[in-house]
């Protein structure tokens, strides 16, 4: 049973530049979130997506946005990227509201901004 | 909004020693659990526990809601169990992780 699956694992983008990064959920699972971690920081809630729309947004500038196709998979495009958006960036998913199993993580993008 | 502090924020160990994590929270919550980041970057879920006691091996875990913190004890510590442990809760009606801020630790041979 496969668990989250996040590509890539790696990237190198330069100031300006948009990405586009990828999530599989666990199967079973039909609910992506997004976390952004920086080096020595905890993770920090982006955005939830859940029948492919978006459910809860942290407090991320409109620069990240995200999509959620009908076999539950997500993508988080950033554009106009900054240096301080260099960062871990985690996927993880759950079964409807999450509150009765929690979260299963996948094991991140690290995106770096030159 | 939702505070959650984690102490100690750093731990060295020896092998073979035992240790109690906590992570204190500011408000009620629904949804709780206790994560490993690996060297790697990975989270890797340790328990699942908005309340109650967990055992998985040389890892358990204590949750009491009512007094709004919870409890990770690691026992015959190995160099394994190195990284930053998290725990993270979620607030009734919100859809999201509010992570603590990390116990820190090292496990000496």
């Known amino acids: 049973d496969a668990g989250v699956t996040q590509s890539p694992t790696h990237l190198i983008k330069t100031r300006g530049q948009q990405v586009t990064l990828r999530c599989s959920p666990k199967?079973?699972?039909?609910?992506v979130s997004w976390y952004q971690q920086a080096l020595g920081q905890g993770p920090q809630f982006i955005f939830q997506?859940?029948?492919?729309?978006?459910?809860q947004r942290g407090n991320f500038p409109d620069r990240f946005s995200g999509h959620q196709f009908p076999n539950y998979s997500s993508e988080l495009n950033v554009n106009a990227l900054l240096l301080g958006d260099s960062a871990l960036y985690l996927c993880?998913?759950?079964?409807?509201?999450?509150?009765?199993?929690?979260?299963?993580f996948g094991s991140g993008t690290r995106l770096t901004v030159v | 909004g939702i505070q959650v502090e984690q102490s100690p924020p750093d731990l060295i160990l020896q092998e073979g020693a035992n240790s109690t994590l906590r992570c204190n929270f500011s408000?009620?919550?629904?949804?709780l659990q206790w994560f490993h980041q690996n060297p790697w970057g990975q989270l890797i879920n340790l328990f699942y526990i908005p309340s109650g006691t967990k055992q998985n091996g040389r890892l358990s875990a204590t949750t009491v809601a009512t007094e709004r913190y919870s409890l990770l004890y690691i026992s015959s510590s190995q160099t394994t169990d190195s990284g930053v442990y998290f725990c993270a809760v979620e607030r009734p009606g919100t859809y999201k992780y509010i992570f603590g801020t990390g116990t820190r630790l090292k496990v000496l041979a």
């Open positions: 408000d009620s919550v629904n949804n």
């Open positions: 997506y859940y029948e492919e729309e978006e459910r």
């Open positions: 993880a998913s759950s079964s409807g509201t999450g509150a009765l199993y929690g979260y299963t």
């Open positions: 199967s079973g699972h039909d609910t």
